[in-house]
């Protein structure tokens, strides 16, 4: 059976987001008869499971940069010195920055694939809905075409298929928020766009998740 390992810290906003929006991937993922692993973020835990067996696909949301991987606290769960640890794996990265440095060293140690992004994560968020995030009107097109690229993995979609179905949310998204009269759309239309150009991935384009 296909393992979905996936990481959801809660410790400020911007995790509180990841962690609320994530549960649509961990019901696609149990509605396609994936097992789920939700690990604790420590590098502890993290690196005992990967040490244990092999997951299809990892699922990490939290901070980053360049060369490193945050969870719980910013503790850093990975790095350029553990990216041995995602051979023969796939991951997606929902996190700053760690496509650049970390994505091509996981690539270069047995990842198959692995897609993030190469520059910030950027979330608008609307302060009155901090408390619940999945009726922020700012935060939810931005978080919904993430959330494309590792749904699509999980009905079985090649990485660059995945990646070019976020594309084409968040063109359709972009679209929709231009002509947009509502109070917060123009604020989201800018993060729609600049994640989207972060967005790409390192290794193999018809790599899949099984």
């Keep these: 059976m296909k393992r979905l390992l996936i990481t959801r810290p809660v410790h400020d906003h911007i995790t509180n987001y990841f962690h609320a929006y994530s549960e649509e991937i961990i019901q696609t993922a149990q509605t396609k008869g994936w097992t789920v692993e939700q690990a604790k973020a420590t590098r502890k835990e993290i690196h005992s499971r990967l040490e244990a067996h092999t997951p299809a696909l990892i699922v990490f949301n939290g901070h980053g940069n360049e060369e490193t991987i945050e969870g719980e606290k910013n503790q850093i769960i990975a790095d350029m010195d553990s990216a041995h640890l995602f051979q023969n794996t796939f991951v997606f990265v929902r996190a700053c920055s760690c496509l650049k440095r970390l994505g091509p060293k996981a690539i270069e140690k047995g990842c198959k694939a692995f897609i993030g992004y190469k520059g910030k994560f950027a979330l608008p968020r609307i302060h009155k809905y901090e408390a619940i995030p999945l009726q922020d009107p700012a935060a ?26 976020s594309h084409a949310a968040a063109t359709k998204q972009i679209l929709r928020l231009a002509a ?11 993060y729609v766009i600049y994640n989207d150009d972060m967005l790409d991935l390192e290794g193999k384009c018809d790599a899949k998740a099984n």
């Design 180 to 190: 947009s009269k509502e109070e917060y759309d123009m604020e989201a239309l800018k």
């Design 140 to 165: 939810e097109p931005v978080m919904n075409v993430s959330n494309v690229v590792p749904i699509q993995l999980l009905n079985g979609h090649t990485a660059m298929d995945s990646v070019n179905a």
